[in-house]
């Protein structure tokens, strides 16, 4: 394959350039101009006589036209070629492709898939066997088989979400050539290093082929977000790219759990750095709704960083036993605590020193976490709703103190049964020197860290000895004396500190640890926070795969052969075959695994240390002759030049001067623009047409109502004729005055004009583009919504087993669609009361339901009012909505219902006013609590 773009098919016609000279003496010679001579028969018989006449030179920009059509004529007899390829294939031996189909090579994943094409063709041609094998592949089988046999395996794969592991796929093909030496190996590589000191190009020239090749692409669209830290103010996201030369300027878009963006930022990469910060700035309880970050028009599972509650700020809940010293603050039980925790949670204090009014008022402010410092005996009548908070998901963090230490055994809210007193060095209950800390278990949320060693304790209060002690002890002295234990109270949990929170009882306030220590125990609770009166949460504790992040940054309910991630790791988890990046766990609550480790950085593969390597690039398009053009432009300029000649001979005398003038004009003109056709034929000949300002603005002036078009004639017609009808309906009944229908292909057309699109699904319509369903992907995340409508309500009769052909090509084109859970319309919700008060939603049938987003917050008992403002992204319904609207040019109804019945059509009309109501002004009904109040006054 050659390295080259542009070549010559008969590159030996271009000996004839050497004429150019001898042409251009030749073109300067031109016929004499006719002279204008006065009418006496005198003065005309004289210009009878004879005489010999001198050619006058021609125009120099006649003679540079002529010139440039010779050349013309040259070069498109030497046929140029671009993007020529020569089979430069080795045959001593197999044709070895190893292909890396990681996360990164998602964005040219196409142009890859046609360079291993072409050397697949090349070996076929030579009748030579091909090894293929892929990087991101957990088996593969590399055994050098038919050229056949290994394009059907290429074009059946796809990328990965992974980090490819280059070691294993060579290993494969180590064993597949059992020691007999290749020919070519190929390896199209995504330009990163997979790890540290890749080796992989010495491992594939140690198989001594005759030829390496390392075939890459420009790297420029590969970055990926490697950290997101939620600190105090903002949240800082961390990128690295591969490409580092130019500078770049990258939005941040933050999306909630519903894919809808709530926020954005900014990150700037400088010329030459390849590692950058950037942040997305919002109040504390909007990022907190943060589920992922995205990088703006950059679709691949490294530009999408996954969220979980491990990344929300906490309100953190402080009391003290004592009141905070102004003059002496590191005095202060509360004061190591708050610089602790300052960085990751919200911090809040009561404004009273009563425990009896403090401890209802942080309840009040509904946090995940209190604090006790050192609080012994409670008022009695805070122990009841602080065990109701605990029960319902709070979390309960006390340190010792010698308050805690006199308080009674039986305290309801310590999970373990303490011993009257401390023990301390020197004490009555004393140990012969300050206790180091134990290494820490297995389970609990310290399992992982390093045992601290700069930590002694001196003081501490004692447990006593349970048979469960163990097993509710996540840190323990050296002398196995418990130094945290905790107890689950339902869905919350109570844990303890043996010793105080300031460094009288211990150096662990003053260490690292004792930060991170906090950390992970706050990031254990609830993110969204509890109050006393909410029902208990389930907590899960397996984290089986939940949804699936695809190479394009998707996530996807699809899990695979993807397995259970341990709850229990040690260290931070990393993506690979059995545990690919997306959320583990359930609804209820999950963990984000990502593409990269916290903190990667990416790097060109060096090659280097591999010797002899033929790097090229990827192929960018198929080969094309620009022999049509130049023959084109050579015909143009000889009709100029027949047209300049004509003007100066004469040909048309009654033009004056300036119209020469203006055709040498033309000429000159003529001849830029046949240069800049050639210096840019693709551009010139490629149909770019896009919708103007023109058709913009006219889309903008008013809402207008759009449909897909399927290609079927009979059912296009319906959805428009159906949609103008509702537009008719909407301007006679409210003040909506919709625009003429708009037909739609998603593949390319604008779709963020519409906030609504109607799709009639079709089994015999050809199945939509991936390009046309990531499209509409993208459309439902910004906010749009897609109204499917199956219009097979009637072929069903209520038999949800089998699904008809149009639900089958439903479920084909939902498959790849990240939607949410779905569920029929309940009562209450807001489509039941945007304009009409209605029960049902009929089209021309009426006996499907309408099927809209589960809402999260529903209750138990079905009397559900949504509380978020956002609108559903997908409706679902086969009662045929167009055919009950679709009308003629006279107003009259195309199709009849089903069973004829006027009054159902009228439904089917309010059911589409509601539809549109709710596209526009979202679920502010749902919030109408006040109503009855109202109009009870308005009757008085």
Not at 231 to 244: E, I, K, P, Q, S
Not at 248 to 259: P, T, V, Y
Not at 266 to 293: H, K, W, Y
Not at 729 to 741: A, C, D, S, V
């Amino acid at each position: 394959m050659s390295g080259l773009s542009f070549a010559f098919a008969s590159p030996a016609i271009l000996a004839a350039l050497i004429l150019l000279p001898a042409i251009w003496w030749l073109l300067r010679l031109t016929p004499p101009q006719p002279r204008a001579e006065v009418f006496p028969p005198l003065r005309i018989l004289a210009s009878i006589l004879k005489r010999e006449e001198t050619p006058a030179r021609s125009p120099w920009w006649l003679t540079l036209l002529r010139m440039l059509l010779a050349a013309l004529v040259i070069f498109a007899i030497a046929n140029p070629m671009f993007n020529p390829r020569t089979n430069t294939l080795s045959s001593g031996g197999p044709l070895v492709l190893m292909i890396d189909n990681s996360w990164a090579s998602s964005s040219d994943w196409e142009r890859r898939v046609r360079t291993a094409d072409a050397l697949i063709d090349d070996a076929d041609a030579k009748g030579i066997p091909v090894s293929i094998s892929f990087t991101a592949e957990q088996g593969n089988d590399a055994t050098p088989g038919a050229a056949t046999a290994a394009r059907d395996k290429l074009h059946a794969m796809n990328p990965r979400p992974l980090v490819p592991d280059r070691q294993r796929a060579a290993d494969a093909v180590k064993a597949a050539l059992a020691g007999s030496k290749p020919g070519t190996i190929a390896f199209i590589s995504d330009g990163i290093e997979s790890k540290d000191k890749d080796d992989i190009l010495s491992r594939l020239a140690a198989l001594q082929p005759s030829e390496l090749r390392l075939i890459e692409g420009d790297g420029n669209d590969i970055l990926a977000i490697t950290g997101a830290a939620n600190n105090a103010n903002d949240m800082t996201v961390t990128a690295t790219r591969l490409n580092g030369a130019n500078p770049l300027r990258l939005q941040l878009i933050a999306q909630d759990n519903q894919g809808r963006p709530i926020a954005n930022g900014s990150l700037n990469f400088a010329g030459g750095q390849t590692v950058a910060t950037g942040a997305i700035a919002a109040p504390f309880e909007m990022r907190n709704d943060f589920a992922r970050i995205n990088v703006d028009r950059y679709a691949s599972a490294g530009t999408v960083h996954l969220l979980d509650d491990g990344f929300r700020r906490r309100r953190v809940a402080l009391l003290s036993g004592q009141a905070a010293d102004e003059f002496q603050p590191i005095l202060s039980p509360l004061y190591y605590i708050e610089r602790a925790l300052n960085p990751y949670a919200d911090l809040i204090q009561p404004n009273s020193a009563d425990l009896a009014k403090s401890i209802p008022q942080l309840l009040a402010g509904n946090p995940s976490v209190i604090i006790m410092a050192d609080v012994g005996r409670l008022p009695q009548e805070s122990y009841a709703p602080l065990r109701r908070w605990i029960e319902n998901g709070g979390t309960l963090i006390r340190f010792a103190g010698p308050r805690l230490a006199a308080a009674p055994a039986d305290d309801p809210l310590v999970p373990v049964t303490l011993r009257q007193g401390e023990r301390t060095f020197g004490g009555a209950l004393s140990w012969a020197e300050p206790q180091p800390l134990a290494d820490f278990p297995s389970f609990g949320p310290f399992a992982g860290m390093p045992k601290p060693t700069n930590v002694l304790i001196k003081r501490q209060v004692l447990a006593e000895p349970t048979p469960d002690l163990a097993e509710r002890t996540w840190a323990s002295l050296a002398d196995g004396t418990p130094l945290v234990t905790e107890k689950q109270m339902r869905a919350g949990r109570v844990i303890l500190f043996h010793v105080s929170a300031e460094p009288q009882w211990s150096d662990l306030p003053i260490s690292g640890d004792f930060v991170e220590m906090l950390r992970r125990i706050v990031q254990l609770s609830r993110s969204g926070g509890v109050t006393s009166t909410e029902g208990a949460a389930k907590t899960a504790e397996a984290m089986p795969p939940y949804r699936l992040l695809t190479a394009k940054g998707v996530l996807t309910s699809e899990i695979g052969s993807a397995r259970p991630l341990e709850p229990n790791h040690k260290g931070a988890a990393v993506a690979s075959f059995d545990n690919p990046p997306g959320l583990y766990g359930s609804e209820e609550g999950f963990t984000a695994l990502n593409v990269l480790a916290p903190g990667a950085a990416l790097r060109p593969l060096d090659a280097s240390a591999a010797g002899a390597v033929a790097r090229e690039g990827l192929i960018g398009g198929e080969a094309w002759s620009a022999k049509p053009i130049l023959f084109t432009l050579a015909f143009l300029i000889l009709l100029a030049d027949s047209l300049i000649v004509l003007f100066m001979n004469g040909a048309f005398p009654r033009l004056g001067r300036g119209a020469k003038t203006a055709a040498g004009g033309a000429a000159v003109l003529l001849l830029a623009l046949s240069v800049t056709i050639f210096l840019h034929p693709a551009s010139a000949l490629a149909d770019d047409s896009k919708p103007g300002d023109d058709a913009i603005f006219s889309r903008l002036d008013k809402t207008h109502l759009a449909y897909v078009v399927t290609g079927e004639s009979d059912v296009d017609r319906i959805s428009e004729r159906g949609l103008a009808g509702l537009s008719d309906y909407l301007t006679y009944r409210t003040t909506l005055e919709p625009g003429p229908p708009v037909g739609l292909d998603p593949a390319k057309d604008e779709l963020a004009f519409y906030s609504l699109i109607y799709w009639p699904i079709s089994a015999s319509a050809p199945m939509p583009s991936n390009d046309a369903i990531n499209r509409i992907d993208a459309y439902m995340r910004n906010g749009g919504t897609v109204l499917f409508d199956t219009r097979d309500a009637i072929n069903t009769m209520g038999d949800t087993t089998s699904p008809s052909p149009n639900g089958q090509r439903l479920q084909q084109i939902l498959a790849n669609l990240d939607i949410p859970p779905l569920e029929p319309v309940p009562s209450g919700h807001v489509l039941t009361k945007s304009f009409y008060l209605l029960s049902s939603f009929p089209g021309r049938y009426a006996d499907s339901p309408l099927w809209i987003e589960a809402r999260q917050d529903t209750r138990r008992d079905g009397n559900a009012v949504a509380s978020s403002d956002g609108v559903t992204p997908i409706l679902i319904t086969g009662n045929d909505f167009a055919g009950a609207w679709a009308i003629d040019e006279n107003g009259s109804s195309l199709l009849p219902t089903v069973p004829p019945d006027e009054t159902q059509r009228e439904y089917a009309y309010r059911s589409g006013v509601n539809i549109m109501m709710y596209m526009l002004t979202g679920n502010y009904k749902s919030d109408q609590v006040h109503i009855p109040d109202i109009l009870q006054r308005l009757g008085q």
